[in-house]
């Protein structure tokens, strides 16, 4: 360890501090790797050795990570003073923590004898899992080898009773931190795939009921540990979230490119770890409740499907399968029998499909085309289905691109999960629309491949297309059936960007989706395989307006394909053209206003919506019968809707020109401008039937769409309507501008104006 801190007022180590002066007091070495943890182990042991006297009945006890050696370079010590009701314990139990908090050791400690110990231990499984790493650091070695042993045998004893109950406490961990596997910040300890449960499958393994620590899952604690060491050494104090800006410092003292390999490892390993902690918990409950039995006491074998068959709650080969030359789709049957069936595969045939099953022929036969189109429409079961073969590398024998895309993590903070898994779950959530469509077996593959050009250099959706269509040709499917795939791969975000970037009313807007569609076949495919992306993205990606806004977009396209007509656009409220100005309507989502004057009525209704906390959606604006129109879509920004008293009189206020609402809204607006990245404009010629579009892609910020429309307004321009498309942080802003193509040096003062607002 290279750092070293003062001591407080008080004499000892401060909340903020990292271990005060313990490569001076105790000698610590840091370093990464299991050498190094070892040696840090011995150090502390040489250490705690010179704090208590030879004493018969008294041993002092190391558990946690120095009972395992496995010593981070900022751990905790965890120590239990172990005695046989000996005089004096609490003074000597003082003589040992004191001089350990003096080193600025962090120290969870306890004082009691052995009935003690196992009387906590039986009531508590967290101190028996912790009594299974105990180990005499010095002492009374007989104490400390009955209490050892009588754990021990405790645990072995009563383990199958006691794990449900630990299933649920660590259910509820997973719940707080989440899947290691797919966090951007993952907690190396707690989440799901970490350190701790690397510690269930070492008790699940030392009650007997299955061999949990297989060598991959060896493999992958260890890289697991040497991260925390780097993640340790790079911060300079105890820590477990790997957090975004220590992860390229962490990878450099790995040996990995960078922070994204780094995210790669241990997302692969988390992902061992969850699968083989699974496997370990089937087992105890197979191992409790028992399964049903033959009349030979044997566990009951039940066919369900060609060459499987269900034993004792898990997914076997069956025997002629086994003795035969397996079939090249056989490890594809199996996985469509587990999914279908939500059983999972034992690892004994897992292990021997990867062995013995034969590469696929390229082009695949029927048989292995159907097994694939079943498995990624199984719903529920595919996902855990396909997680099994992959931790076994079947995929990567169906798919060799899988390589490429295992564990790939996404950073838009909009993705939960990474490349991999976001794909499967894309193709499980659009098993739910396969009725839907003409072609399921398309839109189930389109699912899987979607994004299969992230990673690679340029556009996904483009760059996607080529090795899509390679996949779609081994897989075996005809020539027009492989172009649909690349058609739905390069436009599977043509709809969501339309729907909530252009006006659905312009018959240019629909006119340009229509043509890129080409038929409503493929339209409906791509509407399936769009909710089932946003579905399998998490649940910032999708909205109810957005869905309104696609299924408009959809019906209107169908509209034009059908029929060959481009759908008249809406008429205006009707309320709105009658009564006295100002007219405001607030209903549901939508807010509409009349006024006298169309100029900057826009920004004026943008900004008092802001004032009230409401997101604007879409905004159009026009003027019929000599009133100025403005009808917005909009949300609430905080999840709580605006009290409508107060918004509908601030709207009749300031279209009407008080003044003091203006002046309230532009400085609420100057309070509330965002950060992020540098802003940029991007101008679109042809997007419209009678202006031109200005799109702004920025970060988003409160009160962003009023404070564009003003500069655009007190610019010359006039906006006939609005888009705004949120994405994560930042926002795609899209102003219909009327009037013809501008020449450059308006489009310059414009753009101009426009950065200078945001």
């Given at each position: 360890?290279?750092?070293?801190i ?21 000698g ?59 005089p ?33 231990a ?10 299974l ?59 799901a ?99 049903s ?28 399968a ?87 993590p ?26 839907e ?117 959809v ?13 008249e ?21 939508r ?16 900004g ?14 026009s ?15 905080y ?44 101008w ?15 970060a988003d910020?409160?009160?962003l ?42 489009r ?11």
């Amino acid at each position: 360890m290279t750092s070293l801190i003062k001591k407080n007022a008080s004499g000892h180590a401060g909340d903020g501090d990292a271990n005060l002066l313990i490569n001076e007091v105790v000698g610590v070495p840091g370093g990464i790797g299991e050498a190094a943890r070892r040696g840090r182990a011995a150090a502390y042991d040489g250490f705690l050795r010179g704090l208590l006297p030879a004493r018969d009945g008294v041993a002092l006890l190391a558990v946690g990570g120095l009972g395992r050696r496995q010593c981070a370079p900022y751990s905790d010590l965890d120590l239990v003073l172990l005695h046989s009701g000996v005089p004096g314990t609490d003074e000597l139990a003082a003589s040992v923590w004191y001089p350990i908090w003096d080193a600025g050791l962090r120290l969870d400690h306890s004082v009691r004898t052995v009935a003690e110990a196992l009387s906590v231990a039986q009531d508590d499984v967290k101190v028996a899992l912790g009594l299974l790493d105990a180990r005499l650091v010095v002492g009374d070695q007989a104490l400390a080898d009955g209490l050892i042993r009588t754990a021990a045998d405790h645990w072995r004893r009563t383990a199958v009773r006691h794990l449900p109950g630990l299933r649920e406490v660590t259910e509820a961990r997973w719940q707080a931190h989440g899947e290691l596997a797919f966090l951007l910040e993952g907690d190396l300890k707690e989440a799901a795939g970490g350190l701790r449960d690397v510690g269930l499958l070492r008790a699940i393994s030392a009650a007997g009921i299955t061999d949990a620590l297989r060598p991959a899952v060896r493999a992958a604690h260890l890289r697991l540990l040497d991260t925390r060491d780097a993640l340790h050494q790079q911060v300079g104090r105890r820590v477990d979230r790997l957090v975004a800006q220590e992860r390229d410092g962490v990878a450099v003292l790995l040996g990995l490119e960078d922070g994204d390999a780094l995210l790669r490892r241990v997302a692969g390993d988390a992902r061992t770890v969850s699968h083989a902690l699974d496997d370990a918990f089937r087992a105890a409950d197979r191992l409790r409740s028992g399964r049903s039995r033959g009349g030979n006491g044997r566990p009951a074998r039940r066919p369900v499907a060609r060459d499987v068959v269900e034993h004792d709650g898990e997914l076997v080969l069956a025997r002629t399968a086994i003795g035969a030359r397996p079939d090249p789709s056989l490890s594809l049957r199996v996985a469509a029998a587990s999914a279908t069936t939500r059983l999972p595969i034992a690892r004994a045939t897992c292990e021997w499909l990867a062995a013995y099953c034969p590469p696929l022929p390229a082009p695949w036969p029927a048989e292995a085309r159907a097994a694939l189109t079943t498995l990624l429409g199984a719903g529920p079961g595919l996902v855990p289905a396909w997680e099994t073969c992959d931790r076994y590398g079947l995929v990567d024998g169906w798919l060799p691109e899988w390589t490429r895309l295992r564990s790939l993590p996404q950073h838009n903070p909009v993705h939960r999960f990474t490349l991999d898994r976001h794909l499967v779950q894309t193709a499980h959530e659009a098993s739910r629309h396969a009725r839907e469509v003409e072609r399921p077996d398309l839109l189930l593959l389109g699912a899987l491949l979607h994004d299969i050009g992230k990673g690679l250099p340029g556009d996904h959706s483009t760059v996607g297309v080529p090795v899509a269509e390679a996949v779609a040709t081994r897989i075996g499917l005809p020539a027009p059936e492989v172009e649909l795939i690349g058609k739905l791969v390069r436009l599977h975000l043509l709809l969501p960007d339309v729907a909530t970037r252009r006006d659905l009313s312009d018959p240019v807007t629909i006119a340009s989706v229509a043509e890129a569609v080409g038929d409503t076949g493929t339209l409906e495919l791509l509407h399936a395989l769009v909710r089932a992306d946003a579905a399998a993205t998490g649940p910032a990606a999708w909205s109810d307006w957005k869905g309104r806004l696609v299924a408009e977009l959809v019906a209107r396209v169908r509209t034009a394909l059908d029929t060959g007509v481009l759908p008249e656009p809406p008429a205006p409220d009707p309320a709105l053209l009658a009564g006295p100005l100002p007219v405001v309507h607030l209903t549901g989502d939508r807010v509409s206003v009349a006024a006298a004057d169309r100029r900057g009525l826009l920004a004026t209704v943008a900004g008092c919506l802001a004032l009230h906390r409401l997101e604007v959606i879409s905004a159009d604006a026009s003027a019929v019968d000599g009133r100025a129109l403005v009808e917005c879509r909009v949300q609430p920004r905080y999840g709580l809707p605006p009290d409508p008293v107060p918004l509908r009189a601030d709207l009749r206020r300031a279209v009407a020109g008080d003044v003091s609402v203006t002046q309230r809204l532009r400085g609420r607006a100057l309070a509330s401008r965002g950060g992020g990245a540098a802003p940029r404009v991007v101008w679109h010629r042809e997007a419209a039937t009678d202006a031109v579009l200005l799109e702004l892609r920025a970060a988003d910020a409160a009160g962003l769409l009023y404070r564009v429309a003003c500069a655009l307004d007190e610019a010359g321009a006039l906006v006939r309507a609005a888009r705004i498309s949120t994405l994560g942080a930042d926002v795609v802003d899209a102003f219909y501008l009327v009037g013809g193509w501008p020449d450059d040096a308006t489009r310059a003062r414009l753009e101009a104006a426009v950065l200078a607002a945001v």
